[in-house]
């Protein structure tokens, strides 16, 4: 079965400083991973996924997360935050081949003027 | 634009009443997802829909049911609120597990 840990329930960060959002899964088999992002009030949103290929995935709004098989982590990283980057970013993971995703329990990125 | 559609977003009800959440999706998707979303916890899935009259329930036990009558629509309904219902529901639609989900904006469920 397919698992999801993201390692920080809240991450606090000046505008402009760079942060990362950590993501642990754990699988038998090869998998999609997937980062969401939920603004207040709002539904997930996609951010990127990584399916195959290149380990280094850029997503819409400067974000971009690079996976790693051999600590089965698939980070989110941003060089330099904004104030409207504050909201909660989901990590989730398929197993190929399976149709059901698995979630994290999201973190929250707190931007700081 | 394509995009996928939850009503009512906020609703409080009654104890013991029936209520119909509705989701649409105009993206043509086969695959259909309820998930319910509370704080601190993660997304738990607790229905599931791989096509026309195609229902599965999902990893969370829940009281509710769901139906599948054309590909766009995937309403969920409590036959009988309680308390414990009280959470934001979250629809979603992929054509694919290699896709990602489109979700809707959710629906906060107040049963008082």
């Known amino acids: 079965a397919q698992s999801v840990t993201q390692l920080d329930s809240q991450v606090p960060v000046f505008e402009e400083a760079p942060v990362e959002l950590r993501c642990n899964y754990s699988s038998s088999v090869s998998v999609y991973l997937f980062w969401y992002v939920q603004y207040p009030n709002q539904g997930l949103q996609l951010l990127l996924k990584y399916l195959s290929g290149s380990t280094l995935v850029k997503g819409i709004n400067g974000f971009e997360a690079e996976f790693n098989k051999s600590q089965t982590s698939f980070h989110l990283r941003k060089p330099s935050v904004h104030i409207s980057d504050t909201a909660e970013y989901f990590c989730a993971v398929s197993e190929r081949g399976y149709q059901k995703v698995t979630f994290g329990i999201g973190t929250k990125l707190q931007v700081i003027p | 634009e394509a995009d996928i559609y939850q009503t009512p977003r906020y609703l409080v009800i009654g104890t013991g009443k029936k209520i119909t959440l509705e989701c649409s999706q105009t993206m043509g998707h086969d695959k259909m997802y309820w998930y319910q979303q509370d704080p601190g916890m993660e997304l738990h899935l607790i229905h599931y829909s791989y096509g026309v009259n195609s229902t599965e329930k999902g990893d969370l036990s829940s009281e509710s049911t769901v139906s599948r009558i054309r590909t766009e629509h995937f309403p969920l309904t409590l036959e009988s609120a309680r308390p414990s219902h009280t959470s934001q529901y979250l629809c979603?639609?992929?054509?694919?597990?290699?896709?990602?989900?489109?979700f809707g904006s959710g629906t906060r469920l107040t049963v008082v």
């Open positions: 979603a639609s992929s054509p694919g597990s290699n896709y990602g989900y489109t």
